[in-house]
Structures are given as C-alpha cells and as structure tokens.
C-alpha cells in the first residue's frame, strides 16, 4: 500500500465528520472568544468595520510591543488580535450585513498588521544580529506567511467551491465610490489571482475526499498557526527563532502540501479536469 493511500486512510480513521475549514485555534480559541465578544457589542451601535479598524490598530499594537522587546505583551496582543479578526464577521452575519467592502477592509487590516508585525519583528532581531541579518530573516519569514496564507485561500475555495464574483466587485466598487469603492476595487487583483477559473469539479464529494489531507495540512499551517508560534517565541524572547521556524519547518510544510495538492489532483482527471469552455 503507498504511502499515500495509507495517509488518506490514516485521517479518516480519525474523523469521519465533514473536515470543518476553519483552522484548528481559530476553531478551538478565536471564534468562541469572538462569540463572546459579539454578544457584547450586538446591542450597541458599534459596527463591523469599526471592530475591523480597531483590528488594525491592535496588529499596529503587536508590532509596536516586538519592536520594543515586549514579548508577553506582544503575546497577549496577538491573542487579542486572532480574536477581534473574527468578530467582525460574526457581527456582521449577526446583523444580516455583508458585501465587498468588509472583506475588502477585512484585507488591508490583515496587510497592516503583517507590515506592522515583521517591521516590529525585524526591530528586535536587529539589536542582537544586525539590521542586514534581520532583514534577511523577516523577508524569509513574511514570504513564508504570505504564501502560506494565499495558498490556504486559493484551495479552501476550491475544496467548499466557494468563488468571487468579479463583476459583483466592480459594481459594488461603482455603486459605493470615494475612498469605500477604492477599497473594494482593490480587491479585485487578489480576487483574480484566487480565482479557480479554467478548474472543473466534477464530483466535489469525491475531490472533498481525495483532498481531505492536503486541506488539513493548509489548515494546520495557515496564518493563525504562525502568528501563534510567533506569540510563544515572543515570550521566550526568541524572536530570531520564530523567523528560523518560518523559513524552516513551516515553509517545508507548505512545499509539501502544495506537491501532495497539485501530484494527486492530476492523478485524479474524473475529479478535477480542465473545463473546456474556458
């Protein structure tokens, strides 16, 4: 029997449940600490986009407490911030709102607070290795964040068939106008770059099944795992060791997902052909 097969077999053995597509802490830590949170801010006037924007704030927060060295406070402050990144959504629905501009601002949150958090990050390893070293190791470990985070949106989307449209963007964009339709214009390159387009499903229960290890291995490796890791390195005060996990054993996982993803969807044309009407 292949190492493959014996795998597969392996994780189901352990859950036969729909495999859930929320990260393993976001699941077990962040939402339900949200919930909390949205019970509270439900019967005021507090809206979604203003928890996002104090987001932000908390992620500037983090990088300000890396910078300075201050690892349990920068720790606290992440498990702050992997809260608050889901009560916005939570009040949202709550509320019955949605549309682009929450995601879209939902999105720059998330890109201010990974510039703030590695320019903190490269602030501390530079008292102790140097601005070059630092520098090196941040970029290393921002890349690797980033392409774990893209790669975990790209194939979640994919495994649910969940999709943007693009044209619905554009028209919200239009519709919204100023800074609000800026912000949701900007959606639209990381959109495309999600965007499964020319991938046909045929049968999403049998590709939900062959897939069911590659997409738990992007849940257990996405964001939340590193900004997790980061807070436990913080507290030790190792700052140089989370950017050398990042870089490291992190990055091989994703290399290893993303060969086991795209080997065994090719191995599988029944499930997932290209569509020729694109």
């Not at 998330?110 to 703030?116: G, Q």
Request: charged share 20%; net charge positive; proline share 4%.
């Amino acid at each position: 029997m292949s190492w493959e097969k014996t795998s597969l077999g392996m994780v189901r053995a352990v859950s036969r449940r729909p495999l859930v597509t929320d990260e393993p802490l976001d699941r077990l830590f962040s939402r339900p600490v949200a919930a909390v949170f949205v019970k509270l801010l439900a019967p005021t006037p507090i809206s979604a986009n203003q928890v996002t924007c104090f987001n932000a704030l908390l992620g500037i927060a983090v990088g300000t407490a890396l910078t300075f060295g201050w690892g349990i406070t920068a720790a606290i402050l992440i498990g702050a911030y992997l809260s608050f990144d889901c009560v916005d959504g939570q009040l949202s629905r709550l509320r019955g709102g949605g549309g682009y501009l929450g995601r879209a601002m939902d999105g720059w949150g998330d890109y201010v607070t990974a510039i703030a958090v590695h320019i903190g990050l490269a602030a501390w390893i530079a008292r102790g290795q140097g601005w070059w070293a630092a520098g090196a190791l941040t970029v290393g470990a921002a890349a690797g964040m980033a392409w774990a985070s893209f790669l975990l949106d790209r194939y979640k989307r994919r495994y649910t068939g969940s999709t943007d449209d693009l044209d619905e963007i554009r028209r919200e964009a239009v519709e919204r106008g100023g800074v609000a339709g800026r912000l949701v214009i900007g959606m639209l390159p990381y959109a495309k770059r999600l965007d499964t387009e020319g991938v046909h499903i045929a049968d999403r229960e049998a590709y939900q099944g062959r897939m069911r290890v590659p997409m738990f291995l992007w849940l257990l490796n996405g964001p939340t795992m590193h900004f997790t890791v980061l807070a436990a390195c913080a507290v030790l005060a190792r700052p140089t060791l989370y950017a050398f996990i990042a870089i490291g054993p992190m990055l091989v996982v994703t290399l290893l997902t993303l060969w086991m993803q795209t080997t065994w969807e090719r191995r599988e044309p029944a499930v997932v052909a290209k569509s020729a009407e694109t």
